[in-house]
């Protein structure tokens, strides 16, 4: 069966420090990748998105990056946190429409 | 850009009644997705449907998609406590060839069924 990991599970970031957030997942090859974030009390905004390794594509200009070295590994990266920055980031796969997400990173930023 | 709007925002019933959650969106769409959330945590995908659907059921919950209101509706019967959760909707637009399944979602109607 897929599974999908995500690390850490919370973090707190200074503000202008970096940012690597990872999501991998198993048991499926070559699905499209998504990261999110939910602020508090609201919905889910599709930060970036992957259709295969190398390929990404940004819904929200912002200082946030996307990378995809491997099939199975989606990176969120940022070189200097803002405090806006705070939220909730969730990594999901899809093969066929269906979405399936990870247990997602609380990011605090200081 | 948000596509869904959910309504209500919050809903509180007692166990064993019916939850009825709406949603509305702006665009064509490949497919209209349902997902719930517990405090804290990831997602969990409750059920699709597709364009040229109309209703479908899995267990409780019965969805409803009418393309000519752009609207789609969750109906959670049999209420239990642990039916508490937020409930979103998300579609995927309508990309003619180039299906990338990117989810668009609404804002979440937050369900707290009573014991």
């Known amino acids: 069966s897929q599974t999908i990991h995500q690390w850490p599970a919370t973090l707190v970031q200074p503000v202008g420090s970096p940012l690597s957030l990872e999501c991998t997942v198993e048991?499926?090859?070559?699905?499209?990748l998504y990261w999110y974030r939910q602020a508090a009390g609201r919905g889910l905004q599709l930060l970036f998105y992957s259709v295969g390794i190398g390929q990404i594509s940004s819904e929200v200009p912002q200082n946030l990056s996307a990378s995809r070295p491997q099939d199975r590994q989606f990176i969120l990266s940022s070189k200097k946190l803002l405090l806006s920055d705070s939220g909730f980031y969730l990594c999901a796969w899809s093969v066929h429409g269906e979405q399936y997400f990870g247990p997602g990173t609380r990011l605090t930023v200081t | 850009s948000q596509q869904g709007e959910e309504d209500p925002q919050a809903l509180s019933i007692q166990e064993g009644e019916n939850a009825t959650m709406n949603c509305s969106y702006k665009?064509?769409?490949?497919?209209l997705q349902w997902y719930r959330q517990n405090s804290g945590r990831g997602l969990v995908h409750l059920i699709l449907i597709r364009s040229n659907e109309r209703e479908k059921h899995s267990g409780r919950l019965r969805v409803t998609l009418d393309t000519s209101k752009k609207s789609s509706s969750l109906l959670i019967t049999a209420s239990r406590a642990a039916d508490t959760a937020s409930y979103f909707c998300a579609t995927v637009p309508w990309q003619g060839s180039s299906n990338t399944g990117k989810l668009i979602f609404g804002q979440g109607t937050t369900l707290q069924v009573k014991p």
């Open positions: 048991g499926t090859s070559n699905p499209n």
């Open positions: 665009t064509s769409i490949n497919n």
